[in-house]
Nanobody, 111 residues
Framework: EMQLRESGGGLVQPGGSLRLACAAS????????ATWVRQPPGRGREWVAD???????RYADSVQGRFTVSRDNAKNTMYLKMNNLKPEDTALYYC?????RGQGTHVTISS
């Protein structure tokens, strides 16, 4: 069964950092284009970043320069390193591959 599972969320103060993980099982993530998406409380989904299977990564303007996507193919996992976090980054973060998505991990930025 093809699955995605996110982890690494939590409560962080503004200016802090977190690293989220998206672990894939049942398929080879390294040959797949994967996307990070977030959904702030009470709002619609927001695109965060695309990680293309052939290498390029695109970021939303709101996270450009603060967030970095990487992959560990040996672990079949994609990461989202988030620096200089802001209250407006508070959201449920999840990864998608095609029509599949994980359950997400909650990120709360608050002092």
């Amino acid at each position: 069964e093809m699955q995605l599972r996110e982890s690494g969320g939590g409560l962080v103060q503004p200016g802090g950092s977190l690293r989220l993980a998206c672990a894939a099982s049942g398929f080879n993530l390294s040959t797949s284009t994967a996307t990070w998406v977030r959904q702030p409380p009470g709002r619609g989904r927001e695109w965060v970043a695309d990680s293309y299977s052939h290498g390029p990564i695109r970021y939303a303007d709101s996270v450009q320069g603060r967030f970095t996507v990487s992959r560990d193919n040996a672990k079949n996992t994609m990461y989202l390193k988030m620096n200089n976090l802001k209250p407006e980054d508070t959201a449920l973060y999840y990864c998608t591959v095609g029509t599949r998505r994980g359950q997400g991990t909650h990120v709360t930025i608050s002092s």
